[in-house]
């Protein structure tokens, strides 16, 4: 209990992930995760085979470019400046990858060009092997069934969550956490 903390009554107030002996506030449901990394996991799998059967690999190197720049210079922008920043955060984890892999920023807003890249580089993600796939329709509608599941999961479980306890000002820019906070009359 690097932080000073006293875990045993205030044990929310630690936000130092990487200093605790203890776990740092609340973690997703690990039955919940589960089934939303099997369901991820899954349109993953659909897209490349879709891309690759399809032979749109100008289409799959595209998609992959995405995911470099989602993986790093979004989770800079994004979860770096995120109080999840180092915590095992309800979307997918990626609290606690970008902190295995870059600095926190403290003190910086993510601002509109933030959240413009964050929308582009998701958009991307999805549409991309669907377009590609489009050649073959049985494949195209079990992606977009799986897509969807893998949008609702987030929509419902991190994006709920996030409305419900995050403090910090910028993810009003967000219309899904504004959409939430709206609906759990959130002020």
């Not at 590609?132 to 977009?144: K, N, V």
């Not at 599941?149 to 306890?165: K, M, P, S």
Request: with cysteine.
């Amino acid at each position: 209990m690097g932080c000073g903390a006293d875990h045993e009554e205030k044990k929310t107030e630690c936000t130092c992930a990487t200093c605790c002996d203890e776990p740092c506030g609340p973690r997703p449901n690990p039955i919940i995760m589960a089934l939303r990394f099997a369901a991820f996991g899954t349109g993953i799998i659909m897209a490349l085979v879709g891309m690759i059967k399809e032979r749109k690999f100008k289409l799959l190197g595209a998609w992959l470019g995405v995911w470099s720049v989602f993986l790093t210079i979004a989770r800079y922008i994004i979860c770096s400046r995120c109080e999840g920043y180092g915590q095992m955060c309800y979307s997918y984890y990626i609290g606690k990858y970008t902190s295995l892999v870059l600095p926190g920023v403290e003190g910086k807003d993510v601002g509109p060009v933030g959240i413009g890249l964050e929308a582009a580089c998701l958009g991307s993600i999805f549409w991309i092997p669907a377009v590609a796939m489009r050649g073959d329709r049985r494949m195209l509608a079990r992606y977009l069934a799986v897509m969807q599941l893998v949008l609702i999961g987030q929509v419902f479980h991190a994006c709920r969550w996030c409305a419900r306890n995050s403090t910090q000002e910028w993810k009003n820019q967000c219309p899904v956490h504004r959409t939430w906070k709206k609906a759990l009359k959130i002020s």
